[in-house]
């Protein structure tokens, strides 16, 4: 079945006269007369109920409507796609990042999309929580690779897990409970915590309120931390004792110790996040990049 018969056929089921359809797409109202009476002899049906008043979609009709309409879009979507990769596409693409959650693959995924296309122009910004789900709303980037705290609370995009996480207790080599593997929370109801600043990583603030306060007590504050590393420079500084994602380990020291958190609530996802409707045509092709490099890893 030729794509140029789907073409034909959605634009008379969305305007339901022969004459302006025809005109629409540049044919004499014969021809396209012809073309659907192929279509419906092709597929065996009748798509629409014509009389001398009316052109009406039939029930079968409207089902290969939306058939129809997603066939063309995946098959434009396609087209596009090699027609930007064949051309070597030229444009930019901005992607907000949190440092430790994307070190491991991040580099690696940034090499191969600057190979595959490389006169796109990429600008990469680390920020913290909040100010990349800030970047997200105004439009100052394009994709985020970010935390799942508070996702549920934005529409209008959509995202994808890339691994799931915890939370742990970090504590000083020299705490008392440094030797431990694993830790109750309340157990640390009298310590000093070193919080994520709630203006800056509103989810995972509450997220660590929620948690003390399920285990019986209200964090005493030592101080607020606008970023995880500064987080642990004061755990090191013996200031307090901090609740962290565990993949921010990869900027500890060795006077570090990152312990489990006994009981559940701790458990998160890494995600990557983008707008439903984006206009930048290189999201797409970041996106699909992404996903070999995921399919890559997995059968490696």
């Given at each position: 079945?030729?794509i140029?018969?789907?073409?034909?056929?959605?634009?008379?089921?969305?305007?339901?006269?022969?004459?302006?359809?025809?005109?629409?797409?540049?044919?004499?109202?014969p021809?396209?007369?012809?073309?659907?009476?192929?279509?419906?002899?092709?597929?065996?049906?009748?798509?629409?109920a014509?009389?001398?008043?009316?052109?009406?979609l039939?029930?079968?009709?409207?089902?290969?409507?939306?058939?129809?309409?997603?066939?063309?879009?995946?098959?434009?979507?396609g087209?596009?796609?090699?027609?930007?990769?064949?051309?070597g596409?030229?444009?930019?693409?901005?992607?907000?990042?949190?440092?430790?959650?994307?070190?491991?693959?991040f580099?690696?995924?940034?090499?191969?999309?600057?190979?595959?296309?490389?006169?796109?122009d990429l600008?990469?910004?680390?920020?913290?929580?909040?100010?990349?789900?800030?970047?997200?709303k105004?439009?100052?980037i394009?994709?985020?690779?970010?935390?799942?705290?508070?996702?549920s609370?934005?529409?209008?995009?959509?995202?994808?897990?890339?691994?799931?996480?915890?939370?742990?207790?970090?504590?000083?080599?020299?705490?008392?409970?440094?030797?431990?593997?694993?830790?109750?929370?309340?157990?640390?109801?009298?310590?000093?915590?070193?919080?994520?600043?709630?203006?800056?990583?509103?989810?995972?603030?509450?997220?660590?309120?929620?948690?003390?306060?399920?285990?019986?007590?209200?964090?005493?504050l030592?101080?607020?931390?606008?970023?995880?590393?500064?987080?642990?420079?004061?755990?090191?500084?013996?200031?307090?004792?901090?609740?962290?994602?565990?993949?921010?380990?990869?900027y500890?020291?060795p006077?570090?110790?990152?312990?489990d958190?006994?009981?559940?609530?701790?458990g998160?996802?890494?995600?990557?996040?983008?707008?439903?409707?984006?206009?930048?045509p290189?999201?797409?092709?970041?996106?699909?990049?992404?996903?070999?490099?995921?399919?890559?890893?997995?059968?490696?």
């Amino acid at each position: 079945m030729e794509i140029q018969l789907l073409r034909e056929f959605t634009c008379l089921a969305e305007h339901l006269n022969f004459s302006t359809a025809a005109k629409q797409l540049f044919i004499a109202q014969p021809v396209l007369s012809r073309h659907i009476a192929d279509l419906e002899y092709a597929l065996g049906v009748q798509l629409f109920a014509r009389n001398k008043q009316s052109v009406q979609l039939t029930p079968i009709g409207a089902v290969v409507l939306a058939e129809a309409k997603t066939i063309l879009a995946h098959y434009d979507e396609g087209i596009k796609k090699i027609q930007l990769a064949i051309a070597g596409f030229a444009g930019q693409l901005k992607i907000g990042f949190l440092g430790a959650p994307v070190k491991n693959f991040f580099p690696e995924l940034i090499s191969r999309f600057r190979s595959t296309y490389p006169n796109v122009d990429l600008h990469l910004n680390q920020l913290n929580l909040g100010s990349l789900t800030h970047a997200l709303k105004r439009g100052d980037i394009d994709i985020g690779f970010t935390l799942s705290f508070d996702l549920s609370k934005l529409t209008g995009y959509c995202w994808q897990t890339l691994y799931s996480e915890s939370l742990a207790v970090v504590l000083r080599h020299d705490h008392p409970a440094a030797s431990q593997h694993k830790i109750s929370l309340a157990a640390l109801s009298q310590e000093n915590f070193i919080l994520l600043s709630p203006e800056e990583s509103p989810g995972l603030h509450n997220q660590i309120i929620d948690l003390c306060t399920a285990n019986g007590f209200f964090p005493k504050l030592a101080k607020l931390s606008a970023f995880p590393e500064n987080a642990l420079l004061m755990v090191e500084s013996a200031i307090g004792v901090a609740i962290l994602p565990r993949h921010i380990q990869v900027y500890a020291s060795p006077e570090l110790r990152f312990l489990d958190i006994d009981g559940g609530g701790t458990g998160f996802d890494v995600v990557v996040i983008w707008g439903e409707v984006h206009a930048n045509p290189a999201v797409p092709l970041f996106l699909k990049e992404l996903e070999n490099l995921q399919i890559e890893n997995r059968n490696g």
